[in-house]
């Protein structure tokens, strides 16, 4: 009997020793699960009347760019010109194997010399509408021939440049890849992206300075030619199209340079620097606003900056405006969706 009762004591024992244990776990699981509510402070936003300059790189390129790629395959009979070689408008440049050119110069004359005859016998009557009309259309269709065939034969420069690469040599087999590349370096372009907050700002016309590292201090002034009219869904941004004289050819195409880009006083939100945050590992930047007492989270990107304060775009329009709550300390603690205690606020 004893050792019964000695056995049912060491069981209830041991029941309640899991219990405690359990109990326990649960507290910790419990504890562990909960989020605890950050302190923050915020300011509110307002919308400020600055004076914006846009500033966006971008790379040159030769304002026109012509690939050498005659219409007629065949042997290269000779190039004229080298890599780096100056030239103008109307320069030769390139003869193809003359074959099929003086081909068709010899059915030209006779086809010439067969409508001459018939000309003569459609004036006595001697031939028929018909004949002359089927006569002329071969001669005709040979004249365009030629033309053709000898503007395909002896290739020359449609504008003033320099030639930036030569894919053969003579004597070769031309097939597909241009004989040469002809690049215009008296006058550049480049395309910017905007982001599309300003696309009623731009308009052709528009001053443009830009910047190389190669010579510091140094403005080259610019035109915006074309302000393309489609904005990129993905990027949010729409490209306009820079002029670029460059009768020194200091800069080149294939430069990098700075463009600057005066559009007036325009509304915008400007923050402190310190409250805009960046993605480890990206240039994705973005800021927290404190939505009721939930942190969200908008991505954003840079606009000008003021000493210590920068301007912010709302990646997604309308995504955050004047009147929004910025949180400015305690950002960097937080996830989106965290629950927020508002300490503190500034104007």
Do not use: W
Request: hydrophobic share 35%; proline share 3%.
């Amino acid at each position: 009997m004893n050792k019964y009762i000695k056995i049912a004591t060491i069981a209830l024992a041991v029941g309640s020793i899991a219990t405690a244990c359990g109990g326990k776990g649960g507290d910790k699981a419990a504890t562990t699960t909960k989020k605890e509510v950050e302190k923050v402070k915020v300011m509110a936003l307002q919308s400020e009347r600055i004076s914006k300059t846009l500033e966006l790189s971008s790379t040159l390129e030769g304002y026109e760019t012509m690939n050498i790629a005659p219409s007629v395959t065949g042997h290269i009979e000779h190039i004229y010109v080298q890599v780096g070689s100056r030239v103008s408008k109307g320069t030769m440049l390139v003869r193809m194997d003359q074959t099929q050119l003086n081909t068709t110069r010899i059915n030209l004359a006779s086809t010439k010399t067969e409508l001459d005859r018939v000309t003569a016998l459609k004036a006595s009557g001697s031939v028929s509408e018909q004949v002359y009309d089927q006569t002329k259309a071969a001669y005709d269709q040979l004249v365009e021939s030629e033309r053709f065939l000898d503007e395909n034969t002896f290739v020359k420069a449609q504008f003033g440049g320099v030639i930036s690469a030569k894919n053969y040599e003579d004597g070769e087999m031309y097939a597909g890849q241009p004989i040469l590349t002809l690049t215009q370096i008296s006058r550049l372009k480049a395309i910017i992206n905007i982001p599309e907050t300003y696309f009623p700002l731009v308009k052709n016309g528009m001053k443009v300075e830009v910047e190389s590292d190669i010579y510091p201090g140094q403005v080259f002034p610019a035109t915006i030619e074309i302000v393309y009219p489609t904005i990129d869904p993905q990027s949010h941004t729409f490209q306009a199209k820079l002029n670029i004289p460059n009768s020194g050819e200091k800069i080149r195409p294939g430069m990098y340079v700075r463009t600057r880009l005066g559009v007036g006083e325009v509304d915008a939100i400007v923050v402190p620097y310190q409250s805009v945050l960046k993605l480890t590992g990206s240039n994705d930047r973005y800021v927290f606003v404190a939505d009721g007492n939930k942190a969200r989270r908008v991505a954003v990107t840079l606009g000008q900056r003021f000493d210590d304060r920068i301007e912010i775009i709302p990646v997604e329009a309308g995504a955050i405006k004047a009147g929004d709550r910025l949180v400015i300390t305690g950002q960097a603690r937080l996830v989106d969706g965290d629950n927020l205690e508002i300490v503190g606020s500034e104007k």
